[in-house]
């Protein structure tokens, strides 16, 4: 099986950058309200039809945050959100779940919005880069998640049916754009994380990544 893994907050953490926001913001949910706006602007774009640089996206919605809090944001604190992001840790479960199923005999990549070059300092950072086989930016081509290019680009790269792919995702939005192309799906449901209402459940549903991986592999 090709295991495909979405990266911010599915593979990781993106709680370090709490202490950041709420210096610049004063409030302890303004992370949680920076990303909800980022992925929110994804969404509606790739909804439109069109495409935009993630990481000109974040920033975009980093600003727009700390203005919504009276702060404006300068020059050198979106460096700082830019570095934060480029260096998070991998959630305490990844490694585990990534080791389960490459022993298994399954083949692991990794599927970001980021710009490839992002997505690859992210992985290099967390000490994930050497985990996968090969990265992939929806950056190659031109469209975001959850629109199905991203996904079919992966597919046509290891000549695979997307029956015989999984997409791994902490989101549910992610999750129904890999099932629209045809893919199976893991939803890793984190805290917090839920399926979306009313669309098909995942293929494979656990909280943790070894549990997910068991999930998968046990099939």
């Known amino acids: 099986m090709l295991c495909v893994f979405d990266v911010n ?10 202490p950041l926001f709420t210096q610049l913001t004063g409030d302890p949910e303004a992370r949680q309200e920076w990303f909800t706006l980022a992925i929110h602007t994804v969404l509606t774009v790739t909804a439109a039809g069109q495409y935009r640089d993630f990481a000109q996206i974040a920033g975009e919605a980093a600003a727009a945050v700390c203005a919504r809090h009276g702060h404006e944001l300068t020059d050198a604190e979106l460096v700082k959100v830019g570095d934060g992001l480029r260096t998070l840790p991998a959630h305490a479960d990844v490694v585990p779940g990534l080791d389960r ?6 083949q692991v ?3 970001t919005n980021s710009p490839l070059a992002t997505a690859e300092a992210q992985l290099q950072n967390a000490g994930l880069a050497t985990k996968f086989e090969r990265i992939f930016s ?19 790269a290891f000549g695979v049916e997307p029956g015989q792919a999984v997409m791994i995702a902490a989101h549910g939005w992610d999750i129904a754009g890999a099932q629209a192309a045809g893919l199976r799906t893991a939803l890793l449901a984190r805290p917090g994380v839920h399926p979306l209402p009313g669309l098909p459940a995942a293929t494979y549903t656990a909280a943790t990544m070894p549990e997910l991986a068991d999930a998968i592999v046990r099939s």
């Open 9 to 18: 907050e599915t593979l990781l953490d993106l709680t370090v950058l709490d």
């Open 101 to 106: 199923l490459r022993q298994a005999g399954h």
């Open 109 to 111: 990549v990794a599927l």
């Open 138 to 156: 929806a950056q190659q081509v031109s469209r975001l998640k959850p629109a199905p290019e991203p996904y079919l680009q992966v597919l046509r």
